[in-house]
């Protein structure tokens, strides 16, 4: 049986219903930005619905065509830190592994959209000895988190190469793999994909997720052939306008997190790529969404909420705050935003 392959052109997203006519200004979009929407996340969009969360995701916009001046080709400073191709080691003890540019789908807001799906940028074999050889000579690699692009668009073949040359490095100590297939192509999830990442350390998936309603029933089954493989999950989210940037959209999702046993890790606040102003919130109410989240919601639902320093100088965590200083003491303030007197008894 032939397998449904992702839209990959304005012409297809039209015959598909998701977008009403090829356009000059989508053109340039598109000339700009890949287009790729995986048949699983093309069945979620609702055509009818003028502000669809899953559309505002993965549907090429004119809104794109609008850049701000602050806004970055690498706006998390990528380049800096690379001191040789695939390897992105921004802090001292884990480094970023980018095994490939190839992705389900193609984020409208991705920091590293200007790259994703350029085959000629994939890492080949000669590369990817010398980003292992960089990993080998720097003992104070703890972590290998492999990114791209999404390392689980490799094969398993390649997959079970990486993972067995990282388990013969004895600093390294963890393997985290950030993904989107589980919701975007959740049929990539099968039993000898899931053989390839079990090895002699423990593997971490962090998945990325926006919506509930990504979380189909074979999204939750993808996600659960993982777990039930002793494969720890996590998730990472970005607040997104128009996406989920309101307290039940986040209650949602974050509770269908849980209830799939994937521990919620980082909100992000959105990054400064190039056309995606349209997307970004302000640091305020993402502050204020996460005090919608604060009390409400079992800790096991609480992310982080995160910026990612424009520049390359890392993520700071830009949640609300809720201790202040009062002289000898402390003004502790509760979810309900009662303050109360707090002391330090040593």
């Known amino acids: 049986m032939t397998k449904p392959r992702s839209i990959k052109t304005l012409k297809q997203l039209v015959s598909h219903g ?9 053109e340039s979009v598109a000339s700009q930005f890949e287009v790729s929407i995986s048949p699983a996340m093309v069945a979620l969009i609702d055509p009818a619905a003028p502000n669809d969360p ?7 916009s004119v809104k794109e065509l609008k850049t701000r001046r602050e806004e970055l080709a690498d706006p998390i ?12 080691h921004r802090y001292p003890d ?18 590293r959209r200007g790259q994703a799906g350029q085959k000629k940028r994939a890492l080949t074999a000669a590369a990817l000895n010398r980003a292992l050889a960089y990993i080998e000579n720097h003992p104070e690699i703890w972590e290998v988190i492999l990114s791209g692009g999404d390392p689980l668009m490799l094969s398993d073949r390649r997959l079970l190469e990486v993972r067995k040359r990282l388990d013969a490095i004895a600093h390294v100590k963890v393997i985290r793999l950030h993904t989107r297939v589980p919701v975007a192509k959740p049929s990539r999830i099968t039993p000898k994909l899931i053989k390839a990442l079990r090895g002699k350390k423990p593997v971490y998936v962090l998945l990325h997720c926006n919506h509930a309603r990504e979380l189909t029933p074979a999204a939750r089954a993808a996600c659960a052939r993982l777990v039930d493989r002793g494969i720890p999950m996590l998730s990472q989210s970005v607040l997104l306008r128009g996406v989920n940037d309101d307290p039940e959209s986040l209650r949602d999702l974050m509770r269908a997190l849980v209830e799939n046993r994937v521990k919620p890790h980082y909100l992000h606040h959105g990054d400064l790529a190039r056309g995606t ?11 204020a969404l996460m005090r919608s989240l604060r009390g409400n919601l079992s800790g096991l639902c609480q992310p982080s909420y995160m910026l990612d320093i424009p520049g390359g100088a890392g993520k700071a965590p830009i949640g609300p705050v809720y201790v202040f ?8 303030e509760d979810y309900r935003g009662h ?6 008894i040593l």
């Open 18 to 26: 998701v977008l009403s006519a090829v356009t000059p200004e989508l």
């Open 54 to 60: 899953i559309a505002a995701q993965f549907v090429p």
């Open 277 to 287: 102003s349209h997307f970004r919130v302000s640091i305020a109410k993402g502050q």
């Open 339 to 344: 303050r109360h007197v707090y002391k330090d």
């Open 325 to 332: 200083p009062d002289g000898e003491g402390w003004i502790i």
């Open 77 to 88: 400073g990528d380049v800096a830190y690379s001191p040789v191709e695939g390897i992105i």
């Open 94 to 111: 884990r480094v970023l592994l980018m095994v490939s540019h190839a992705c389900p789908v193609h984020c409208r807001f991705c920091f």
